[in-house]
Nanobody, 126 residues
Framework: QVQLVESGGGLVQAGGSLRLSCVAS????????MGWFRQAPGKEREFVSA????????DYADSVKGRFTISRDNAKNTVYLQMNSLKPEDTAVYYC???????????????????WGQGTQVTVSS
């Protein structure tokens, strides 16, 4: 069992930055590829970014590419999402997800993730 706890959300003006963190419980963090998803009101949860078990491979949705950066610190059981140049359309609840796998690669698919955090609200004002 893995518990994920996100933090770092908040209210920011357009063009600003936020850094989300997600801390995972347990000793086997390196067995999990990690992902960030978001859900805006009235919309389905969508993929934002993912990182492989080693941290070598990363992936981004087209809507955030060049603005967001995902990273992980396996010694701290933590994955980060640095969000720059935020836009009002980035407003959503952001969820951290962990997927146990032997793969060396990332995934954009929600069923590939076994565990989810409770979410953290990001609001970008115009």
């Amino acid at each position: 069992q893995v518990q994920l706890v996100e933090s770092g959300g908040g209210l920011v003006q357009a063009g600003g930055s936020l850094r989300l963190s997600c801390v995972a419980s347990g000793r086997t963090f390196t067995m999990y590829r990690m992902g960030w998803f978001r859900q805006a009101p009235g919309k389905e949860r969508e993929f934002v970014s993912a990182i492989s078990r080693s941290g070598i491979v990363t992936d981004y949705a087209d809507s955030v590419k060049g603005r967001f950066t995902i990273s992980r610190d396996n010694a701290k059981n933590t994955v980060y999402l640095q969000m720059n140049s935020l836009k009002p359309e980035d407003t959503a609840v952001y969820y951290c997800a962990a997927g146990q796998t032997t793969s060396l690669f990332t995934s954009r698919t929600r069923p590939d993730y076994n565990y989810w955090g409770q979410g953290t609200q990001v609001t970008v004002s115009s």
